[in-house]
């Protein structure tokens, strides 16, 4: 085999690289990282799976197969695959929508839940193809930020009625589902009620005493027991019932129509950008932290062909979560094969165990929910934006109560759309500085920062902080307009060009026609630290020609200094056709 056909091998199958170092030592840290993520994935993935309005099992049906081929294709040495959140909810309130409109059954439910997940795979397997990773840039941090915390409070308010013990409407927003439960405290189950806080409280409580423990597994094992000793399902408190052991079964999915697919297709694409957005947050974490690097398409292909397997075995929608690899590092894990070992002991638990787990009360599973969803709030974060950027801060809160009050799906909408429309409105309305000199440098900053900057009489030093391009052309103009208003007399102007990175046609001729009009009204222009890739541009034009000689310059300063002889030539009536201007140090 050549280097060539190696190299390729080992991009689309990583093990080839780190099994080359794979060591005992190394086992036996995947091995306990494993188990010990198995540990938490189970109760964890079936929470999610309720989270998503399916039946338990399903999680487990998820948490087999994906993370199999998660380890024969993904990059990250730490990440852990499985059932994720922002996932789950965003599945549950796709379907949701739909059957406002239409009917569902459970089994259609399923079945929507299913092709949701295959849909998924398909758009992140497509994505990685054709190298689109960066299209998750579009979920801005601000964005981000806002709509984990709005989906923290709609996740937990979703939780509610298995707390309560009676059923809350759907597709009310949370504020909404708090009012339905105060005016209807009477309805309240206490047994249900009593097993949901004393999980929450103990939840709390573990992990407070001892971080490293399993508090997850803990709690539903005590449930597990308590339940069968004192027979939670005579006393009223819902328990999972009978659950089917048994690897799960390859088949097609069901209900797959083009009427399904475009049904359901703008709920896939979201949780795809979603559940990729935080696996490959998360690979990034703990790859930096343990100096290698992860291939975001090798990601996008790996996850998506995860969730098609995970479509295949009749399971939910997969991803990286940030908890459980945090877990997974912290135990150990040094390659993707932490989890294989996960993969075997929930196929264990799926034929040998499940038995135990139909008499777990659902409170549980409920509180395993509200607990992990707490984290997402990120108050720091809220804090740090006012600090350093209220701009973002504006549209963190916009997503927010978007995401809140309107929906889900529609709240990451908004925010992305937000992002974009500020990035269209900054990018035509840059900020133009007018600069001068620091005292005792040949240095030009923002008079604006630097107040003790030197200015000069006549002359107009400015610098345009953006490309220069047909969206803001007319900004641009109007705002040297307005300096060269409040300076007395103009003489010249010097532009620093060092922040224009690009020069379309409309911003050529925008150049030339106000050069030609500053030249009528006796104002010369000079600049400076024009770009390459600029300079190409404005000489195609003619508009270096326009210019002429002694306009051009390396640096500010040498600029400043010609418009001051210009100045000074002004002054002494030499005409602009009379005057030496000397060469242009930028042009050869």
Not at 135 to 146: I, K, Y
Not at 421 to 443: E, K, M
Not at 515 to 522: E, F, H, P, V
Request: charged letters at 15%.
């Amino acid at each position: 085999m050549t280097k060539e056909h190696r190299t390729i091998w080992e991009r689309l199958f990583p093990p080839f690289v780190w099994l080359k170092m794979y060591q005992k030592e190394t086992f036996r840290s995947d091995l306990t990282a494993g188990i010990t993520t198995a540990v938490m994935l189970i109760p964890q993935g079936m929470a999610y799976a309720l989270l998503a309005g399916l039946d338990p099992i399903i999680g487990l049906y998820a948490s087999a197969l994906p993370l199999v081929i998660y380890t024969l294709l993904g990059t990250s040495r730490q990440l852990s695959v499985g059932p994720i959140a922002m996932a789950s909810l965003l599945m549950a309130a796709g379907i949701q929508q739909i059957a406002l409109i239409t009917p569902l059954s459970e089994s259609d439910k399923l079945a929507y839940a299913i092709i949701i997940t295959l849909l998924v795979g398909l758009i992140q397997l497509g994505m990685g193809v054709l190298r689109l990773g960066g299209v998750v840039n579009l979920l801005s941090h601000p964005v981000v930020t806002g709509f984990t915390a709005a989906a923290a409070l709609v996740i937990g308010s979703s939780q509610l009625q298995h707390i309560v013990g009676f059923k809350i409407p759907g597709g009310l927003a949370p504020h909404d589902q708090l009012l339905y439960l105060m005016g209807h405290l009477s309805d309240i189950h206490m047994s249900t009620l009593m097993v949901g806080i004393s999980s929450m409280f103990g939840l709390v409580m573990i992990k407070r005493l001892s971080p490293q423990a399993p508090s997850a597994i803990i709690v539903v094992l005590v449930g597990i027991v308590s339940s069968y000793a004192l027979d939670f399902a005579a006393l009223g408190v819902p328990v999972l019932g009978e659950i089917p052991s048994g690897l799960p079964s390859l088949q097609v999915p069901q209900q797959v129509s083009l009427q399904t697919i475009e049904l359901l297709f703008p709920t896939s694409f979201a949780v795809a950008l979603v559940a990729f957005m935080e696996s490959i947050s998360a690979a990034k974490v703990y790859a930096r932290q343990n100096r290698y690097q992860i291939s975001p398409t090798q990601e996008l292909v790996s996850l998506g062909i995860a969730n098609v397997g995970s479509a295949f075995t009749s399971g939910c929608v997969v991803g990286g979560a940030l908890s459980r690899t945090a877990v997974n590092a912290q135990a150990g894990a040094k390659t993707p094969l932490a989890n294989m070992v996960t993969a075997t002991v929930i196929g264990l638990t799926l034929a040998f165990l499940t038995e135990p787990f139909a008499f777990l009360p659902k409170p549980i599973l409920a509180a395993i929910i509200m607990v992990a969803v707490v984290s997402l709030i990120d108050i720091e974060e809220v804090k740090h934006l006012w600090q350093i950027k209220r701009d973002d801060l504006v549209i963190c809160v916009l997503t927010f109560m978007a995401t809140l009050f309107i929906g889900v799906s529609a709240g990451i909408v908004i925010g992305v759309l937000a992002s974009l429309l500020w990035l269209v409105y900054t990018s035509t309305r840059p900020y133009v500085a007018t600069l001068g000199r620091l005292p005792g440098t040949t240095s030009y900053r923002s008079i604006e920062h630097f107040p003790k900057a030197e200015t000069f009489d006549r002359i107009l030093i400015t610098r345009m902080d953006a490309q220069f391009f047909f969206g803001n052309v007319s900004h641009l103009k109007d705002s040297i307009s307005d300096q060269l208003a409040n300076t007395e007399e103009a003489a010249a102007l010097v532009i620093d060009a060092s922040s224009m990175n690009a020069l379309d046609s409309t911003a050529v001729d925008a150049f030339m026609e106000m050069i030609k009009s500053l030249r009528a009204s006796g104002v010369e222009v000079m600049i400076s630290h024009v770009k390459g890739s600029v300079l190409d541009v404005m000489s195609g034009a003619g508009l270096v020609e326009l210019l002429g000689t002694g306009h051009l310059f390396y640096e500010v300063h040498d600029a400043v200094e010609a418009a001051l002889k210009h100045r000074e030539a002004v002054k002494l009536g030499v005409s602009v056709d009379e005057e030496e201007f000397g060469p242009s140090d930028f042009v050869d």
